[in-house]
């Protein structure tokens, strides 16, 4: 296996689209719960670029670091749509621009 | 083949994130979101990491979205309606250039990279099990369930009717 391509390059770039496309979905989308899954976008991005690299070095730190990334994920999306499920109760919308109580 | 199933995976992922954020729908937006973890999940495997492919199935496509759902379906969230108005559809094109001119640099600097070979390693489910519980990573292995922990208390003490 040593010496073949392995698909390194072409998964940092790909990892790269996909954190571009969460971004602009994150200041594009006004729905709360979207723009949460446009994190949840980001962060595999992140991950992608975690695995590739941790390829390309050959150890497996990359993969570790991955798999804190993904427990962190999972207690982000829990603590983030318990928020949620309070906004929505507060202001019956789930609009971006409505949760705007401390704006200076 | 690999290749083939590769750049296959990739668009498939390029497409549904581009759905993700282009639907107006959130429950479509899920949707989608699940069919470009199960791509990249096809990619980890390609990139030698059964392991996170599994875990990207089994936590990402199967346990976060399924609460993404839950949540989605319990608030009986509506499409988005209105377009943006001016101002909104000003900023929307600056948030474009910006991430246009993010991704134009980070993708000129790795363009030039060298190119690397993969090397090869064993990331079988025994050698992370082997890292994960060995004395360098083990605290920050057993700290994560305390995370979760107090994820799933403040969760529930945020989502409480009278809090």
Known sequence: MTGEPGFVHQAVLLSLVLFGIGALGVFLRRNV????MC???MLNGANLAFVAFSRAAGTLD???LVFF???VAAAEAAVGLAIVIALHRH???LDVDAFNVMKG | MDQALFYASA???VVSALVVIG???PIYSAFALILTLCSLSVIFGLLGSPFIAALQVIVYAGAIMVLFLFVLMLLNVKSEEDVPGRAGRTLAAIAVVLVAILVGQ???VLWNLAPVAARSFDASTRKMAEILFSPHFLYVFEATSVLILAALVGAVALAKKDA
Do not use: F, P, S
């Open chain 1, 33 to 36: 719960i979207t723009v949460l």
């Open chain 1, 39 to 41: 994190i949840e976008l």
């Open chain 1, 62 to 64: 990359g993969q570790v």
């Open chain 1, 69 to 71: 990334v993904m427990v």
């Open chain 1, 91 to 93: 202001k019956d919308t």
């Open chain 2, 11 to 13: 668009a498939l992922a």
């Open chain 2, 23 to 25: 639907q107006r729908n």
């Open chain 2, 106 to 108: 980070a993708g000129y």
